[in-house]
């Protein structure tokens, strides 16, 4: 059932560090699982939710990613009413580190925002891939009549280096936010926070008008951070699996637990009924021939496999030629890996053509990545 | 409503009986196909690719599950506001009410529905075949040579005339004869079921044979004769692709075996003809530490931990460890249990294949009691869909079971 909540997505988020892998396309239209953008997972989310307004927030690069929603037909978003909205940024002409911040992107989608009819509206990053309930979060959140519900998952010992990509909250027993650590240097309590909150949207319309007009920029720290302290802000937790994509190593790691079945069949909704929606291609099925060795493998449609692929992540389209062997690898759509060759621990990009005999070996830890349409 | 120049109707309301349990709740046109498609996908994608964007599709028998398949027909890019796809069931009206009585009758009472767009002509199309092909190469053909109909046909083996529809062409391919099923053939063109009429001839032909008591309403036994008698120019469009009749269990299993040789007749994995179809919400496939695929098709949703070797494997299949399925077909779903073991066997939707059963079995103590060589030809046993067959049970070759054992 629809519910009275608009959804908000961020294409971008300045805190990843994607290298290569962002250099032509927005965070939100990375390739991921075989199948998938990174969008796919937040918007199927919304779209099981019952939430029937999306707007993503588009401010730079975002032609691959406009490519992907199209009009929102896979997600059934296409609607005469309400539906799926892109927001590419206002020509203000002012700086990218302005337009990055997210109470400038907010800002710059405030007549979006007050043409809405709904009352709540959810804001998330586009890169914490999860398949979560967001209604029963309203839910919560309505019950609560707080003025904020965060959403935020238990970690457990967050590694020294990391700590400063988190936001830690402090809980009390109430599910009441006592205090929020903004990337802290030391791990103080093991709630993190997911970067997605849900408020009423006129709330949230006078915050951002608020702090822009007061030269703030960032959304934990210049409206979340004060409403601890002013206003009744509650937490939820999630206790499903989740990951936060933001660097080479994370989207590396992601792809490769999609090779764990508990994983695969929560993420993909395929027991309680929520599946990924992404675009459609109308590939074959994949072929595999009489000389292919297939081992622990996640593999998309319209791929030819003729050589040996382990522990792999293959997208749309692959092709694995006799005598090749492929493994630990992430291969997206179109790429070619001719025949004899050796590829271990490497993320190729879409449509990357290696030559016969050729080898390539990257570290586990640090997976070698090659560009897009890139021929070796 | 806009002109068309040309419409497409696809008789899409046979039982399709000969594949026996497969069609039982499901029009042919339904049946699955190659790993993720359905046999209308072909007709329907042909027209997508043909630039035909109207196109009205007629059911009959057990239409419920091809009318949510076909909807807006969005797939095939035919959700279009001029035009698109139509469901065309049998309606009644203020005088009467009837099926389809034949061919020419289901698209006699859609005369109404093809006048709207006021064409100029109108392709006929069954949905029982395997085959690509640019319907608008022979509608220009049709246009060339002025004619009031063309009829697709296609070269079979001398030996194997006598099963189809011939056409009697003289040099410049314009037909002077038709038989069906001559036992002494004089030509090996067949016709594929395949026709464009211009919209006048059709309109005017259909009315006549509606109004005779003795015919069939039959295209090929009745309107063509009828046509051929009063010396309309009626053309063979020779096509020379691959085209399969699957209109039997033995042919279904072939043409889908084929698609797994070096070089198919019917190349699905071509870009500038895809075959479209409505895709499963479903994630990659996986393939476990255990699982062997060879000489196989397997495709979203699939997990496999078994082995499995010169087979088709539809959408969210799980074939469990130590299970063989070999020269087999398993539709949407099914679920192969650990240990079980599957050869050339079609596995309906959704069945369940207990641990250590056999499918296909030739031993002695196998299980007789489905035995239906009428349906089951060459060797090729059946499960149809849902069934649940228990551990350790032994299904004996040539079995169609439609319950659960």
């Known amino acids: ?376 | 409503m806009r002109s068309k120049e040309c419409v497409a109707m696809i008789l899409a309301g046979g039982q399709g009986s000969r594949l026996g349990i497969l069609t039982q709740n499901v029009a042919k046109p339904a049946v699955p196909f190659g790993g993720k498609y359905r046999i209308i996908d072909f007709p329907l994608s042909n027209c997508a690719h043909s630039g035909i964007d109207t196109v009205g599709v007629l059911t009959q028998y057990q239409p419920l599950e091809l009318n949510t398949y076909i909807a807006n027909g969005q797939p095939w890019d035919l959700d279009r506001t001029n035009g698109g796809v139509f469901v065309l069931p049998p309606y009644t009206s203020a005088e009467k009410g009837e099926w389809y009585k034949g061919t020419a009758n289901a698209i006699y009472q859609n005369l109404g529905f093809m006048q709207q767009f006021n064409p100029k002509y109108v392709v006929i199309l069954s949905g029982d075949h395997i085959y690509k092909m640019d319907y608008n190469k022979m509608l220009q053909a049709h246009k060339n040579a002025n004619a009031d109909a063309t009829i697709a046909v296609i070269e079979v083996p001398w030996e194997e005339a006598s099963r189809f529809g011939i056409m009697n062409t003289n040099d410049d391919m314009q037909i002077v004869e038709f038989e069906e099923k001559p036992a002494e053939p004089k030509s090996n063109l067949a016709s594929m079921g395949v026709y464009c009429f211009s919209w006048e001839v059709l309109k005017k032909y259909l009315t006549e044979d509606e109004k005779n008591d003795e015919s069939e309403n039959d295209f090929g036994k009745n309107i063509i004769p009828a046509m051929l008698g009063d010396g309309l120019k009626l053309m063979a469009y020779r096509f020379d692709g691959y085209w399969k009749d699957v209109g039997t269990i033995q042919s279904l299993w072939e043409a889908n075996m084929e698609l797994l040789d070096d070089n198919p007749g019917c190349d699905l994995d071509d870009e500038n003809w895809k075959i479209f179809s409505r895709n499963p919400i479903k994630p990659p496939q996986y393939i476990g530490e255990t699982g062997v695929i060879k000489n196989s098709y397997s495709t979203e949703g699939c997990e496999i931990y078994g082995k499995v070797e010169h087979s088709i494997l539809f959408e969210g299949v799980t074939i469990g460890e130590n299970a063989v399925v070999k020269d087999s077909i398993i539709l949407p779903g099914a679920v192969i249990e650990n240990g079980a073991n599957i050869s050339k066997s079609i596995i309906g939707s959704d069945a369940v294949i207990g641990k250590e059963a056999k499918i296909g079995s030739l031993e002695d103590d196998a299980n007789k009691e489905y035995h239906n060589t009428k349906i089951c030809s060459d060797d090729i046993t059946l499960i149809g869909s849902g069934v649940k067959i228990g551990d350790g049970n032994k299904i004996g070759v040539c079995c169609m079971v439609t319950a659960d054992v």
């Open chain 1, 1 to 376: 059932m629809k519910n009275d909540m608009l959804g908000v997505i961020f294409s971008e988020n300045p805190e990843a560090s994607m290298g290569e892998l962002t250099s032509l396309r927005s965070l939100a239209a990375v390739p991921v699982g075989g199948r998938y953008r990174v969008i796919d997972f937040m918007l199927s989310n919304m779209v099981n939710s019952g939430i029937i307004k999306v707007g993503i927030t588009t401010p730079v690069n975002y032609q691959s990613l406009t490519d992907h929603l199209g009009t929102g037909k896979a997600w059934d978003m296409d609607r005469k009413d309400d539906g799926l909205y892109i927001l590419p940024p206002k020509e203000t002409g002012e700086s990218t580190v302005d337009v990055l911040g997210g109470i400038d992107r907010l800002n710059g989608i405030m007549p979006f925002l007050s043409k809405s009819s709904q009352e709540y509206i959810l804001v998330s990053d586009c890169n914490t891939i999860c398949n979560i309930d967001f209604d029963e979060i309203l839910d919560a959140h309505i019950k609560s009549e707080a003025d904020f519900t965060l959403v935020y998952t238990k970690t457990g010992e967050i590694g020294e280096k990391d700590v400063k990509r988190h936001i830690l909250l402090d809980v009390d027993d109430n599910n009441t936010v006592k205090d929020m650590h903004i990337y802290p240097s030391k791990q103080v309590t093991n709630n993190s926070y997911m970067h997605m909150f849900i408020t009423k949207r006129e709330i949230l319309m006078d915050l951002v008008e608020y702090a822009s007009t007061h030269g703030k920029h960032q959304i934990s720290k210049d409206i979340l951070l004060p409403a601890v302290s002013t206003m009744s802000v509650n937490a939820y937790e999630f206790n499903g699996y989740l990951k936060k994509i933001d660097s080479i190593q994370s989207y590396y790691g992601f792809n490769l637990d999609l090779l764990k079945k508990d994983v695969r069949d929560e993420l993909f909704g395929l027991s309680t009924d929520n599946p990924i929606f992404t675009k459609i291609k109308d590939s074959v099925p994949t072929k595999y021939a009489k000389t292919s060795e297939i081992e622990s493998s996640f593999i998309a449609d319209g791929c030819k496999i003729e050589g040996t692929v382990k522990n792999s992540i293959l997208f749309r389209g692959v092709h694995v030629a006799k005598g090749a062997v492929v493994e630990n690898c992430i291969l997206m759509q179109d790429s070619e890996i001719m025949e004899n060759c050796l590829v271990e621990n490497v993320i190729f990009d879409k449509g990357v053509i290696l030559r016969s005999g050729k080898k390539l070996v990257g570290q586990d830890t640090y997976p070698m990545v090659i560009g897009k349409e890139i021929v070796v």
